[in-house]
């Protein structure tokens, strides 16, 4: 779809033109047959589901009631009604002179805790699909560990603290990155204690308080979250979804183009390889066209690659776009990845791709708040990427490729009105729950023993109410049982009710 004249960029705010709002409407499906609803209903229904799934951010500027009118060849009596509808409902403010710009329900926005993991004693009463984190890949995690252990007298001499990372890491980390086709030297390396370690260090050394950030909508939560903790202002930029929610979405770079163009972000945040939540995947020319618009605009662009090895779509040799930062030597790229997706997240293990000034003013300033990432999860995680990696990176993503072939099937089976893409790879499915809210499923859930995580984690604004992201790390074995609890949760949240008591819930047994 053609969204050229979608957005004029005022401060950060999004001005929609007449006819690009004509066209996202056109789009819009409602939960429900139009049948002989009048046009006033119609017109608020789409827009309601646009804000919703995400596809017209909150805060965006609509066109005037006449002006809107005239695109849709409605009277502006039609135009007029829906807005006050809109207004009604929560999802339109207005002020007289400023015109009318879309919102969220009191109550709608996300809640800003983060989604912690289970805790192992009571994970036998509760589905945790909140999330999304392999096993360990076993034998190979302990042998690694015990060549580790063999290896650690000869660094306990020392003080144990490296800021920039263990050589023998950083050299492991920089092979991998030139095997990928980007050529890598150790000094362009940065280790850190987690990918959020990594995130937290580069946003910190870019970003001032009231800096504006241009984020994919949706995208990852956690990183939204520490966004909005250090004071940054979010400019979400839909995604295109030219098929719906059965088509994975991409990039839509005319909109990047212009968000980078007109609001000057000083970071623009992407997550190109099997993207979380969507699990999409994209091309290395959409790659090139957002870099050179980010060079145009002086944008820092920060690619987040922690799911760029588990492509379980394919053969596991299958050819991947190149990394980002291979794309363009001339922009400002910074980019964070991890072995906690791919290896085991207890291995606390992330890293900073960068220019190597820029990789040591990181180590210079992480001094001041964690000295360096523990030696024997380093050893660990260096012997994992050597020699055992292909092996380790088989084993993982063949878990993920047959939990991902029950899943599909038994969401099919049970849940028909959901509606999802297969992604390429990545961890977890994005599911548009066929009109029923995922805070409201994510509630249920508290009650039902299931931890479920709402779509609107995943929004910069508290969009996408009716989606959630369930992550593909449950045992293939497992997985029926799990799509039996989530169902039974699903059919009361649609319908209003309470869980009943913890015996009555649907068995986790395999």
Same mark, same amino acid.
């Given at each position: ?8 960029? !005022? &401060?950060?705010?999004?001005? +929609? ?61 039609? +135009? ?8 009604? &409902? ?11 710009? @879309? !919102? ?76 990928? $086709?980007?050529? %890598? ?31 994919? !909508? ?57 993207? =979380?939540? @969507?699990?999409?995947?994209?091309? &290395? ?87 360096? %990432? ?38 099919? &089976? ?18 548009? %729950?066929? $009109? ?29 109410? =009716? ?11 497992? +997985? ?31």
């Amino acid at each position: 779809m053609d969204r050229s004249d979608l957005i004029t960029m !005022a &401060e950060w705010h999004t001005t +929609v033109t007449p006819p690009a709002l004509a066209r996202l409407l056109a789009a819009a499906r409602l939960p429900e047959p139009a049948g002989h609803r009048p046009a006033y209903r119609t017109l608020a229904g789409q827009v309601r589901t646009l804000v919703s799934e995400g596809r017209l951010p909150v805060g965006a500027r609509l066109p005037a009631e006449r002006e809107l009118a005239a695109a849709l060849t409605l009277s502006r009596t039609t +135009v007029a009604t829906a807005y006050e509808a809109l207004r009604a &409902e929560g999802y339109l403010h207005s002020r007289r002179g400023a015109g009318s710009w @879309t !919102a969220l329900p009191e109550g709608a926005r996300p809640p800003s805790d983060a989604m912690h993991p289970v805790p192992p004693d009571e994970q036998d009463q509760t589905l945790d699909l909140g999330v999304a984190a392999l096993p360990a890949p076993q034998p190979y995690l302990g042998e690694a560990a015990a060549r580790a252990v063999e290896q650690l007298p000869a660094y306990a001499a020392g003080h144990g603290c490296y800021p920039t990372g263990l050589p023998v890491l950083r050299e492991a980390i920089a092979r991998r990155f030139t095997a990928r $086709g980007l050529p %890598t030297t150790p000094d362009q390396i940065l280790v850190t204690t987690g990918a959020m370690g990594a995130l937290h260090l580069v946003l910190r050394a870019l970003l001032g308080r009231g800096d504006r950030v241009a984020v994919e !909508a949706p995208t990852y939560a956690h990183t939204l979250q520490a966004l909005r903790l250090g004071g940054s202002r979010l400019v979400p930029v839909p995604h295109a979804w030219p098929g719906g929610p059965e088509r994975l979405p991409l990039w839509d770079v005319a909109e990047w183009q212009r968000v980078l163009r007109g609001a000057a972000p000083k970071v623009a945040y992407v997550i190109p390889d099997f993207h =979380n939540p @969507t699990g999409t995947l994209i091309t &290395e020319e959409q790659r090139r066209r957002l870099l050179a618009a980010a060079r145009a605009a002086g944008t820092v662009v920060l690619v987040d690659e922690t799911t760029a090895e588990l492509g379980w779509g394919s053969a596991d040799d299958a050819p991947m776009p190149r990394p980002t930062a291979a794309l363009d030597r001339g922009a400002h790229v910074v980019t964070v990845g991890s072995a906690s997706k791919l290896l085991w997240g207890g291995l606390r293990i992330g890293w900073v791709r960068a220019a190597p000034s820029f990789v040591r003013r990181l180590a210079v300033d992480r001094v001041y708040s964690d000295v360096g %990432t523990p030696v024997l999860d380093q050893l660990i995680a260096a012997a994992l990427l050597g020699d055992p990696l292909p092996d380790v990176r088989s084993h993982q993503l063949q878990r993920l490729r047959a939990t991902a072939a029950a899943l599909t099937a038994g969401l099919r &089976e049970r849940l028909p009105g959901w509606r999802f893409a297969e992604p390429p790879g990545g961890l977890c499915l994005w599911l548009a %729950t066929d $009109g029923v809210s995922g805070s409201a499923l994510a509630a249920a859930g508290e009650r039902g023993g299931v931890r479920i995580a709402a779509g609107t984690r995943f929004g910069s604004d508290g969009a996408f109410e =009716n989606f959630i992201r369930v992550p593909l790390t449950v045992p293939a074995a497992a +997985v029926p049982a799990a799509v039996e609890r989530l169902a039974a949760v699903a059919a009361r949240a649609a319908a209003g009710e309470h869980w009943p008591a913890a015996e009555d819930r649907p068995p986790l047994a395999v």
